[in-house]
């Protein structure tokens, strides 16, 4: 006889984790913690509260495991990847699973309504190296460029260019590196590393060197945020930076050069994108076009605007919007002037969309999306949950 009934456990998906330490901060009972190289959850402490799944920008934090014995702290720290799940039967009260199963599905259907569940990388996407750098050790790098993109007063958006020398830093486009800052925070403990996604390709910024940018905005606000972003702005050539990573493995394109790709951005979520861009050029076009709809306060303020204008018509097909000109329009309102162009693609089965920026974008795209999609009576849902299942669905937002 069993001395304990089965039980589903609070695991992270080591592959996923981007090591932002959110869920950390978050978690209320400090179930959550870290080392150099792994985020864990704390078995005898974790609750199930759900408190930590929606500001989980991955969805690595949505992972669960019968078990009959919880897998300890040491066992996850030694982790590389999550377990199988084992066959093992739940011996509980009739009703009991079903029911804890129908709170959580409605919770992370609460916390995914934009990414639409968990998410996937394209079939055809190159495996990613993910976690090589650590707290513990982490590359160093030297500034060779940092360059403003914007001519906006308040909004100083730079591209930050980092060498890597002889260290490998295999890093593909979608991915995302964490920045050391130097210096304590208010409690006196080292600053933990923030996340920034990567605006270079994966042969380089430079076709062949070991050069790795960054899309990085200063932050104006009072109250002492922004501490990393503006240590990055402020870098001067030849300066050195403590690099974490790489991280992420689906927010990733595929290697199918006949794949469309439909992307939506705004401010510094065109660094993915400049990054897919910059693939296909060097790479050869193939069948697949891109399109993007990307969104700005001004033309001053839209990083990339220059070097947007010479990418050739016939590899990116480009609607750049502006909510603080006299037009005032947003990306999604140009989503639905354009939604016999969306709706092709959104019909076409091999094409991948990519939304990326401030989380405020989500519920308006979400909208459009599902105009447009009901438009060739299709339910928007449904259609976002097979794509995403498809690994052709995909969405960072901060």
């Known amino acids: 006889m069993k001395d304990t009934a089965p039980i589903k456990q609070h695991l992270i998906d080591p592959e996923i984790c981007i090591r932002c330490y959110t869920c950390e901060m978050t978690c209320p009972i400090d179930a959550i913690e870290h080392d150099d190289d792994n985020v864990v959850v704390d078995p005898d402490v974790c609750d199930g509260c759900m408190a930590c799944i929606p500001v989980c920008p991955t969805g690595s934090i949505d992972e669960w495991r019968v078990v009959e014995t919880p897998y300890t702290l040491e066992q996850q720290y030694g982790w590389d990847e999550l377990p199988e799940q084992e066959d093992i039967v739940l011996d509980a009260a009739p009703g009991a699973d079903e029911a804890l199963d129908g709170a959580m599905a409605a919770l992370l259907a609460e916390a995914h309504?934009?990414?639409?569940?968990?998410?996937?990388?394209?079939?055809?996407?190159?495996?990613?190296?993910i976690n090589l750098y650590n707290l513990g050790k982490p590359?160093?790098?030297?500034?060779?460029?940092n360059h403003r993109l914007t001519d906006d007063p308040d909004h100083d958006v730079r591209h930050v260019i980092l060498d890597f020398g002889a260290q490998p830093m295999p890093v593909l486009e979608g991915q995302s590196v964490g920045i050391i800052p130097p210096g304590e925070d208010a409690d006196g403990n080292p600053h933990l590393p923030r996340l920034y996604s990567v605006s270079s390709p994966r042969d380089g910024e430079r076709s062949n060197y070991n050069f790795v940018s960054l899309t990085v905005k200063r932050d104006v606000h009072?109250?002492?945020?922004?501490?990393?972003?503006?240590?990055l702005c402020d870098l001067e050539l030849g300066d050195e930076v403590r690099v974490?990573?790489?991280?992420?493995?689906?927010?990733?394109?595929?290697?199918?050069?006949?794949?469309?790709?439909?992307?939506?951005?705004?401010g510094t979520g065109s660094a993915p994108m400049r990054a897919f861009t910059m693939r296909r050029q060097r790479t050869g076009r193939g069948a697949g076009r891109m399109t993007m709809f990307f969104g700005a306060r001004t033309p001053d303020a839209l990083p990339y605007f220059g070097p947007l204008k010479k990418v050739p018509a016939d590899?990116?097909?480009?609607?750049?919007?502006y909510s603080r000109t006299?037009?005032?329009e947003y990306v999604?309102?140009?989503?639905?002037?354009?939604?016999?162009?969306?709706?092709?693609?959104?019909?076409?089965?091999?094409?991948?969309v990519y939304v990326c920026g401030l989380k405020g974008m989500e519920e308006g795209v979400e909208a459009a999306f599902t105009s447009i999609a009901e438009s060739i009576g299709e339910p928007w849902g449904a259609l976002r949950d097979r794509m995403r299942d498809e690994g052709r669905y995909h969405v960072e937002t901060y």
């Open 139 to 145: 590359a160093v790098a030297k500034v060779i460029g």
């Open 113 to 129: 309504a934009g990414a639409g569940g968990k998410p996937k990388a394209p079939v055809t996407a190159a495996k990613p190296s």
């Open 315 to 321: 590899l990116l097909e480009q609607h750049l919007v």
């Open 332 to 352: 999604q309102d140009r989503m639905r002037a354009e939604a016999e162009r969306v709706a092709e693609l959104l019909q076409d089965a091999r094409t991948h």
């Open 222 to 231: 009072e109250g002492g945020g922004g501490v990393c972003s503006n240590y």
């Open 244 to 266: 974490t990573g790489p991280f992420g493995g689906t927010f990733l394109m595929p290697d199918d050069r006949d794949a469309p790709l439909l992307m939506i951005c705004t």
């Open 326 to 328: 006299e037009a005032k």
